[in-house]
């Protein structure tokens, strides 16, 4: 298995630009979610979504869009970029499964804004 | 509001040694979940451990267990007979339920540095 593949990997962009980042999971988990990692921070959580046609906002959504076609992708849209959305970039799928509870990480997308 | 505090920026430990990293969490939901993740510095997030809210016994994965203490709302992570290779970053999250739906919530991470 895959588990969750995110591209690109890097990513440089001009303030202004947009560009979408890919996300794609391959264990069939509803749960996804979208996080972003500011230098010696930890992750906040930018939108999520529950099942495919169904997502929400997190903590810090402003600047993002997503959507969930498929049960299988979830890509967040920059539109606009700008400096502050200079991060490390997460996906996740979650398996919730009694007892335990698990979110699976992507290798992570790092953009700098210019 | 929720939020989740880890106080200790870094720690050392020695080869063999147990560590504790301390978490200390804040909600309103009734029924949460705590987590620990670890991040090496190739950067991926790999998880650990995970604790229900009404788990009646603490979590254990191998090496790690979470010390839960539901009163004083902290949820420790113990790592024991350390390895090299356990020098990381080290996450604590939580997730709600009632108030926070599927949100979850990181601190600010704790830097862990085993010692030969």
């Known amino acids: 298995n895959a588990g969750v593949t995110q591209t690109p990997k890097f990513r440089i962009l001009k303030i202004g630009q947009s560009m979408t980042l890919q996300c794609t999971q391959d264990?069939?988990?509803?749960?996804m979610y979208w996080y972003r990692q500011d230098p010696g921070m930890g992750l906040k959580l930018i939108y999520y979504?529950?099942?495919?046609?169904?997502?929400d906002k997190g903590e810090v959504p402003n600047g993002y869009n997503v959507s969930r076609s498929t049960t299988e992708d979830f890509p967040l849209r920059l539109e606009l970029a700008a400096p502050s959305q200079t991060s490390v970039y997460f996906c996740?799928?979650?398996?919730?499964?009694?007892?335990?509870?698990?979110?699976?990480f992507g290798p992570g997308t790092r953009l700098t804004v210019l | 509001a929720q939020k989740i505090t880890q106080t200790q920026p870094g720690m050392f430990v020695q080869e063999k040694e147990a560590v504790t990293l301390d978490c200390t969490y804040d909600?309103?939901?009734?029924?949460?979940?705590l987590f620990w993740y670890k991040q090496p510095s190739s950067g991926e997030m790999i998880f650990l451990i995970y604790?229900?809210?009404?788990?009646?016994q603490n979590a254990t994965e191998g090496r790690y267990s979470l010390n839960f203490q539901k009163a004083r709302k902290s949820a420790n992570l113990v790592i024991s007979a350390s390895q090299l290779g356990d020098s990381a970053m080290y996450f604590c999250?939580?997730?709600?339920?009632?108030?926070?739906?599927?949100?979850?919530?990181f601190g600010t991470g704790t830097s862990l540095t085993v010692i030969p």
């Open positions: 999250a939580m997730r709600g339920h009632v108030n926070t739906g599927n949100q979850f919530y």
């Open positions: 604790q229900g809210s009404y788990d009646q």
């Open positions: 264990m069939n988990h509803n749960y």
């Open positions: 996740a799928s979650r398996r919730t499964s009694v007892p335990t509870d698990t979110q699976y």
């Open positions: 909600t309103s939901d009734p029924s949460y979940g």
């Open positions: 979504s529950v099942g495919a046609g169904i997502t």
